[in-house]
């Protein structure tokens, strides 16, 4: 590693519980993207207008539609620490939309991030649901947390970076797998 690799380096394996495993490693071999890439991903997880339950749904829907083994294994738990329900992760997990009450916050999220990672874009309806129920600074903030996660979903994918290459204690399949569930 040159000097500016070992910084963003060190800066990684201080900052994040995971480290340099995930999608942090590969980008380790450009330091200005790496350090870039971090830094975005701090503000998409923790600096925006939604909890943390509501932050990891939207991540684990990105996981799910770009099947990212290692990405979708970090946030299940995350998720379940920041009090997403079980019943809503199964769904998930099955490709199936989540039965949140309609008009939350939570069905809002999904049915934005769902239009998203499926046609690339919102439809009229979702994007007025958003914007009605999550307001347009929230809607910029969860178009930005898909859009870091599907870079993290791509680099993971792209690298083959599997649940096993993450921190000791990760579930070795992915939901899309059989029996995994």
């Not at 039965?99 to 919102?122: N, Q």
């Not at 129920?133 to 791509?154: N, Q």
């Amino acid at each position: 590693m040159d000097a500016s690799q070992k910084a963003v380096y060190d800066e990684l394996s201080q900052s994040r519980k995971t480290g340099t495993s995930g999608p942090s490693g590969p980008w380790l071999a450009s330091a200005p993207l790496a350090d870039a890439a971090q830094n975005l991903g701090r503000v998409c997880r923790y600096e925006t207008s939604f909890t943390q339950r509501e932050t990891e749904l939207a991540i684990l829907a990105t996981a799910y539609a770009n099947r990212a083994a290692a990405d979708w294994t970090l946030h299940v738990e995350e998720a379940r620490k920041a009090g997403l329900e079980e019943e809503y992760i199964g769904a998930l997990a099955r490709g199936h939309v989540p039965a949140f009450e309609p008009g939350s916050k939570e069905a809002a999220i999904y049915a934005v991030s769902a239009d998203l990672l499926l046609h690339r874009r919102v439809s009229a309806d979702h994007y007025a649901e958003g914007v009605s129920v999550l307001g347009e600074k929230a809607m910029v903030e969860l178009v930005s947390i898909v859009g870091y996660y599907t870079y993290c979903a791509m680099t993971t994918n792209a690298f083959e970076i599997e649940p096993k290459d993450l921190p000791s204690g990760a579930h070795p399949k992915a939901p899309w797998e059989a029996d995994a569930i």
